[in-house]
């Protein structure tokens, strides 16, 4: 709600905030997006990236005051459902862009996504665990052969206690820069604008951090930002039902010294693998509910068909015709939308089970990137 007003007043503290990266998550809307665009040019960004696109975009947004040199977009190969159009995920075209930013100390890779949200409150059975674990490895299988310093940053949808926040460290080596700092909070706090009452609060969004095999990279700190109403003029009852997250890193210019310990890659691969299976079994108990669905509006259009036979009027006849046909229609759309989601669905498993192997095969080889 009050998208406008919101991209208004979040365009006018870009320059406030004084950062020099900015990454933005769920700018759906061209409209949205130029109304950025232009604040970002006042505020000193010069350097943007976005999908031209706003069906199927991504929703991410980069604002840079240093330059890009390239920005490369990996859309997911798991990317949700086409049949939970409610859920908007797979129509967002959700992935994850790499860019290359020259800063004053030197390059570092700045990664930003959006992951697959849950749609669930803390402790209910999630069916999309499979889906972010994918999404996780095709992070990582990008992130494999990365020398740079790494800043990923965005709203990962998961919680720390969760496997994925596991997962996305052991298998990239990136730490968390709230707990590098001690400094964790709630980025969707409860009770926040545009959020109900009864939602409770949660940490979902991050940013990570590794160093390279030549440079540094070390956290000073991390903050919550537009986290209260925007000053007036605005009417908007907040920025976002997110809020922002302000962090300072420091780029140097030698390696970071050895970590004492690292998670046993082997065994986070074990526990993707894991990951994936429960995703497996979430699906299979999907497709049966959307089989009966399907079936269900079957029988239902050949019981109109046998209706419209009994039907004592020309007009009953037809309307009994009529629904009879939307049911059947709806049958085969329902039927072709899951199908193609099935497809993807074990397309993107096998994508990732692939990667997985990939990266069981090279964990035993000397890790050249040292966490900060």
């Known amino acids: 709600r009050e998208t406008p007003e919101r991209m208004r007043a979040i365009g006018a503290q870009l320059g406030p905030l004084g950062a020099d990266l900015i990454a933005l998550q769920e700018i759906w809307t061209a409209s949205s997006r130029t109304i950025l665009l232009r604040a970002a ?87 999309y665990v499979g889906v972010r674990a994918a999404q996780i490895i095709e992070i990582a299988c990008a992130l494999q052969e990365v020398h740079q310093p790494v ?21 990239t080596a990136l730490q968390d820069a709230a707990v590098l700092t001690g400094s964790r909070s709630p980025t969707l706090p409860s009770g926040g604008p545009y959020r109900r009452e009864t939602e409770a609060a949660q940490r979902i969004d991050y940013l990570m951090v590794r160093s390279g095999a030549r440079h540094s990279l070390d956290v000073d700190r991390v903050e919550p930002v537009l986290n209260s109403p925007p000053p007036a003029p605005s009417r908007a009852q907040g920025y976002s039902d997110h809020v922002g997250l302000l962090a300072e890193v420091m780029l140097g210019s030698a390696p970071a010294a050895a970590p004492q310990s690292l998670p046993d890659k082997n065994a986070v691969i074990d526990q993707a693998w894991e990951q994936l299976a429960l995703g497996r079994e979430h699906a299979q108990i999907r497709k049966r509910r959307e089989v009966l669905v399907a079936g269900g509006c079957a029988l239902l259009g050949i019981g109109l068909s046998f209706g419209a036979t009994s039907a004592d009027t020309d007009g009953f006849r037809l309307i009994f015709l009529g629904a009879a046909g939307i049911a059947f229609l709806a049958a085969g759309l329902w039927s072709a939308l899951c199908g193609w989601g099935a497809f993807r669905e074990a397309r993107g498993n096998r994508r990732a089970e692939a990667q997985l192997m990939t990266l069981k095969t090279s964990s035993n080889s000397r890790d050249t990137f040292r966490a900060p």
């Open 151 to 171: 800043v990923l940053v965005g709203d990962l949808n998961f919680r720390e206690e969760e496997p994925e926040h596991a997962l996305l460290g052991g298998l």
């Open 41 to 127: 040019k006042a505020a000193g960004f010069p350097h943007t990236w976005h999908r031209p696109q706003s069906f199927g975009g991504s929703g991410l947004l980069l604002l840079s005051r240093w330059p890009i040199r390239q920005a490369v977009f990996t859309p997911f190969q798991a990317a949700g459902l086409p049949q939970r159009i409610h859920h908007g995920d797979f129509w967002g075209g959700k992935g994850f862009v790499c860019a290359t930013v020259e800063t004053p100390a030197g390059s570092l890779l700045w990664v930003a996504t959006h992951l697959h949200a849950g749609y669930v409150e803390p402790g209910e059975p999630d069916e």
